[in-house]
């Protein structure tokens, strides 16, 4: 289980799959059709893209989160823009397993929108306010504020495995292009219960 939380972990920084490492990209969207070899993705731009699923291609689950699973002390990954201000205002929050304690920790750049930072960090405090609650989240670096608005997505991850992988289900999946266009990816985090995985 330790095995399988840090490569998640490392996944959701990089967006590589196992067996590939060559050209990074992250695909967030809707099944349209799946095999054994392969997923038909509707992407969130409307686009259709097949997905390659290497041999022992791992299945995650995104379960519904709420910020009463957050505590001080809890290991989260939180998808923010920067405000004027000098905080960032939550985009979405993943609550890691504690088995994925101090994985990718960091702040860096993410894709979830144009500007978008992602931050793994340890939650050293909570305060309540008028926009939302605001989290300070200490990583190895440095420390951030973020502003988390009643309407932001909160989710967890589990375990999961292919029978998820149906027509309709949402979809984060980091993949790998080849120099040829082709995807191919050897992990799929699918939203549980018609969640969307909002990461």
């Not at 799959?17 to 099944?31: C, F, L, N, S």
């Not at 686009?47 to 989260?76: C, E, F, H, M, W």
């Amino acid at each position: 289980m330790l095995r399988v939380a840090v490569l998640i972990a490392s996944l959701l920084a990089a967006g590589v799959t196992v067996a590939d490492a060559q050209t990074p990209t992250r695909i967030r969207g809707t099944i349209e059709r799946a095999t054994e070899q392969a997923l038909t993705i509707k992407s969130r731009e409307g686009q259709r893209v097949t997905v390659t699923l290497a041999p022992n291609v791992g299945v995650d689950s995104v379960l519904k989160a709420s910020l009463g699973d957050i505590r001080s002390g809890s290991y989260v990954g939180v998808a923010a823009l920067p405000q004027p201000s000098g905080t960032f205002k939550a985009q979405e929050v993943v609550v890691f397993p504690e088995t994925m304690r101090g994985n990718n920790e960091g702040h860096y750049r993410w894709d979830l929108s144009p500007g978008s930072t992602m931050t793994n960090g340890t939650v050293d405090a909570m305060v309540s306010g008028v926009d939302g609650t605001t989290l300070s989240l200490r990583y190895k670096d440095g420390q951030v504020k973020v502003v988390v608005r009643p309407d932001v997505p909160i989710v967890t991850l589990g375990p999961g495995d292919r029978s998820l992988l149906v027509a309709g289900a949402g979809v984060f999946v980091p993949a790998s292009q080849a120099a040829d266009g082709g995807l191919t990816t050897g992990r799929v985090l699918v939203g549980k219960g018609g969640l969307m995985p909002p990461m």
